[in-house]
């Protein structure tokens, strides 16, 4: 897969919660688009096509991208507030994937734009059917400028 091919960028510094995450979109069949970066600072890296990104078609924007809050380098509301600021990447659906539940938080996600805000789920089962849930949506279903 090209850094061109990516349908999901998937921004989450946790291993073990990535891995869950990966695991749950391939059993939902959308591995094969995922791009997992580990920080805020890579993640804007790849939309900006800057460091080992440089060359990627900055044309081809991902179809969805799945943020945490709680990254080292730049913050995952950092990232979501830069993004939904630039008119050129804008549209692009941002889903916050997180393990916290404050208020605060969530109100200002979607101050800043965030499209979605998931709580991650304790419990396996659950977890696994909110992520097959996210991809069914926001790939499948959802309608997004080219």
Request: proline share 5%.
């Amino acid at each position: 897969m090209s850094f061109d091919d990516v349908e999901i960028l998937f921004a989450e510094d946790s291993l073990d919660d990535a891995m869950l995450t990966m695991r749950a979109l391939k059993k939902s069949g959308f591995a094969n688009t995922v791009h997992h970066v580990k920080d805020g600072a890579e993640a804007l890296n790849f939309i900006y096509g800057k460091g080992e990104y440089a060359g990627r078609d900055l044309k081809k924007h991902p179809k969805l991208i799945l943020l945490d809050l709680k990254m080292p380098k730049i913050s995952g509301l950092e990232v979501l507030e830069k993004i939904k600021s630039d008119p050129e990447f804008k549209s692009i659906p941002i889903v916050i994937l997180t393990s916290s539940k404050e208020d605060p938080d969530i109100q200002k996600c979607y101050a800043l734009g965030a499209n979605s805000y998931i709580a991650k789920p304790v419990e396996s089962d659950n977890f696994f059917e909110a992520i097959k849930g996210i991809g069914l949506y926001w790939i499948i279903l959802s309608q997004l400028p080219d």
